[in-house]
Nanobody, 127 residues
Framework: QLQLVESGGGLVQPGGSLRLSCAAS????????IGWFRQAPGKEREGVSC????????YYVDSVKGRFTISRDNAKNTVYLQMNSLKPEDTAVYYC????????????????????WGQGTQVTVSS
């Protein structure tokens, strides 16, 4: 009944853009901190970007600052990750997940703090 579904991944050339979507059903995303995470083969899952319940607080890992933008549309129960100037090192499976509403008060955007996860969407950046 409760579900998160990521979409928007695909194959893109270096320098290109993608917009990922995380759509919720069965619960209200507006009550949660939402995170985007990624996991590349052989690497640990890392927090890419997180957004607070109101949208006023955001977090970005240093490697994506200035290139990625997280946003949310609570009326649509959806969170987005706009990914610009993509690099091969951005290649990974990207997941969205829900966490408690106050996480970004403590600058917490780590996988261990998040509870409900989508199935992931593949992003491949290659020429």
């Amino acid at each position: 009944q409760l579900q998160l579904v990521e979409s928007g991944g695909g194959l893109v050339q270096p320098g290109g853009s993608l917009r990922l979507s995380c759509a919720a059903s069965g619960f209200t995303l507006g009550y949660h901190t939402i995170g985007w995470f990624r996991q590349a083969p052989g690497k640990e899952r890392e927090g890419v970007s997180c957004i607070g319940d109101s949208g006023s607080r955001t977090y970005y890992v240093d490697s994506v600052k200035g290139r990625f933008t997280i946003s949310r549309d609570n009326a649509k129960n959806t969170v987005y990750l706009q990914m610009n100037s993509l690099k091969p090192e951005d290649t990974a499976v990207y997941y969205c997940a829900t966490g408690r509403s106050g996480l970004l008060l403590f600058n917490l955007c780590n996988p261990g703090f998040f509870e409900s996860w989508g199935q992931g969407t593949q992003v491949t950046v290659s020429s």
